[in-house]
């Protein structure tokens, strides 16, 4: 009687694995996602913060997320894959000729969306490589000048409540530690700014400012849908709740069809 009751426990249990298997095999993901991602220098801290935190938003929101740490493999093929790029903390150079005009059609053509952090804007001549026009233009047509090395504080000021990236993200908030890059203009005159940082505020202060100074913004002048994030520097930005729902927001909306 053991054994009988013992092999229906053990064939009950095969069949709600094999269930559950398969629920977990034909659940849909929502959608794709490429991380383009830093794998040395300074922003590798930030890196494996982000790839955490990005796995378990992945799991938690039922959506695929997929990664590279070089331009390498970027052309339309791979692109058409994914509904939101993502590009945190890698610099718009070193990229190959492929992998600039696949990139450009993906934004041009609003195959997909993107979300963009900190290094992002980093846009002049460096390491031998000339400055990306075409991704100047998508910055809202800005150049990098300077930034501060040795780290502050500062409030930033949400501009656009209603935008659907601020949800949940109060007026004003702090962020502890940023470079605060500076360009040559404002891009306010070529995008929508979602927020700005009071420099003012900068503590310790400094004499690296440029007066208007967004660093949330969106270009509605090109098809998919954009967000730039400036601050992501640091790694405790993932211990900033009021960062990750604003990185969250980001990703969610720009992943979403206009």
Known sequence: MKNLILLVSLLFLNCFLQVDCLAQKTKKSRFKALVLYENGGHHLAFTKAAKPWLNKLATDSSFTIDYI?????????????????????YPPYTWS?????????????????WVGLHHATLLGEFDGYPM???????????????????????????????????????????V?????????????????????????????????????????????????????IFMGHAPELFENEVYTT????????????R
């Not at 500062?154 to 659907?164: A, I, N, R, S, W």
């Open 176 to 228: 502890q530690k940023e470079e605060w890059y500076t360009y040559d203009k404002s891009p306010r005159e070529n995008v929508q700014v979602l927020a700005s940082v009071d420099e003012s505020t900068y503590e310790p202060d400094s004499k690296i400012k440029m007066g208007d100074h967004p660093v949330v913004w969106t270009n509605d002048h090109f098809a998919s849908k954009n967000v730039y």
């Open 69 to 89: 740490e070089n331009t390498k493999t970027i052309n339309e093929k791979l692109l058409k894959q994914y509904q939101v790029f993502i590009q945190l903390d």
């Open 132 to 174: 990306w026009k075409w991704f100047s233009d998508f910055m809202g047509g800005i150049r990098f000048v300077n930034y501060i090395p040795d780290f502050a504080s500062g409030k930033v000021h949400v501009e656009d409540k209603l935008h659907p990236v601020m949800k949940g993200i109060p007026a004003d908030f702090l």
């Open 246 to 257: 604003l990185l969250r927001n980001s990703i969610f909306w720009a992943a979403a069809k």
């Open 97 to 113: 000729e492929e992998s600039m005009q696949a990139f450009q059609n993906y934004i041009n053509s609003g195959k997909g969306g």
